[in-house]
């Protein structure tokens, strides 16, 4: 067989034009997801119609320590009455460092009985949650919780 450094060399710069292509594709896809303090105050503020976020009556429920990111437990409770008078009428929970910095919103009324939400969520790394509940006065009062996570879930690699 005989080489022909000539297709080689044409091969080579198409390979690295590729492999150039590939990697910017992937760090604009990394900048994305990568995280943004004023994303999440944009998100958070939205969520609360730009009612100033109080601490208290809230709590977010999530283990410190996450070893697996991809099946995350949470729960939210909110110290509310659930009269007409006095509920929660919406529970956020917003992530730091996720490509979508809204993990889920619930929709509550005074006929939910009590005001708690659960579900599992996925986090891409270690990061800050913000649970934040909206009060039918149209108050917003929020918890936040520091998590770990040693297998990080959400990044393609």
């Known amino acids: 067989m005989r080489h ?3 297709s080689d060399r044409g091969s080579w710069t198409r390979r690295t034009l590729l492999g150039a292509a590939v990697g910017m594709v992937g760090s604009i896809a990394w ?17 609360a119609g ?14 410190p320590l996450v070893e697996n990111g991809n099946v ?16 929660v009428t919406a529970i956020a929970v917003f992530n730091e460092r996720n490509p979508q910095r809204d993990v889920a919103v619930f929709h509550l009324g005074p006929r939910a009985g009590r005001a708690m939400v659960a ?8 990061q ?15 918890h936040t ?3 770990i996570v040693t297998l990080a879930a959400c990044v393609e690699s």
């Open 119 to 126: 579900t599992r969520i996925r986090l891409a790394t270690s």
């Open 72 to 87: 995350v437990p949470i729960s939210v409770t909110v110290d509310s009455p659930m009269t007409e008078s006095d509920h």
């Open 50 to 63: 730009g009612a100033p976020l109080r601490t208290g009556r809230v709590l977010l429920d999530i283990a």
């Open 4 to 6: 022909d450094p000539v």
């Open 31 to 47: 900048r994305s997801a990568a995280a943004s303090p004023e994303e999440l105050a944009a998100a958070v503020r939205t969520f």
């Open 145 to 147: 919780v520091d998590v």
């Open 128 to 142: 800050q949650l913000l649970a934040v509940a909206r009060m039918n006065d149209g108050s917003c009062f929020t």
